[in-house]
């Protein structure tokens, strides 16, 4: 019989240290068991916010069969109540910006966020405009950054497999 079960570090809650994130100064999770378990199953749910879908194009290209990011264990969900991973994709507009951050709060943490392409990364021809909010980690924390106009899938993946072993390694 294992008593280890039952025990009260055990109760089914995960323990979550916090630190904060010193470019948006929002609370994010350390790494721990719940990001290693991550690392089998990635649940993620795509946040495109005012692109010009060529971002959209290329990470659905990335989930076809020929490049198949399924092997990975990676599946694009309708909800974000139950992603693990957050892909946003183009410039964050002042009606974005509040979207994205529901969005964020309502996602189970913890929730890693990938920024994909020029426009999530750095705001790059949008940078100067009037409506923009700035780029995704003015706003929530980023984990990974995927630059590229458009990004090839082959720089998605390359993103995607640097996350999943930073997850491993902890």
């Known amino acids: 019989m294992v008593s280890n079960w039952n025990s009260p570090d ?7 240290q916090t630190k904060v994130c010193y470019s948006s100064g929002i609370e994010e999770p350390e ?9 089998k199953s990635i649940w993620v749910f795509h946040f495109a916010s005012a692109s010009c879908n060529n971002c959209d194009i290329e990470i659905l290209d990335a989930l ?7 092997r990975f264990g990676i599946l ?3 909800s974000i109540r139950h992603a693990d991973v957050m892909l946003v994709t183009g410039a964050v507009s ?13 996602a189970p943490k913890p929730c890693l966020v990938v ?3 020029c426009c999530a990364c ?9 409506n923009m909010a700035g780029p995704v980690d003015r706003l929530i924390p980023v984990h990974v950054y995927i630059p590229g106009c458009p990004p090839k899938p082959e720089a998605i993946i390359m993103g995607v497999v640097k996350l999943i072993k930073a997850l491993k390694k902890g």
């Open 31 to 39: 790494m721990n068991l719940k990001f290693k378990a991550l690392t």
């Open 94 to 106: 002042h009606k974005g910006a509040v979207r994205l951050k529901r969005l964020y709060e309502q």
């Open 64 to 70: 076809t069969p020929k490049f198949d990011l399924e």
């Open 76 to 78: 694009l969900i309708g």
């Open 10 to 16: 055990l109760s089914g809650r995960l323990k979550t």
């Open 122 to 130: 750095s705001m790059s021809i949008f940078r100067d405009s009037y």
């Open 115 to 117: 920024a994909v392409g």
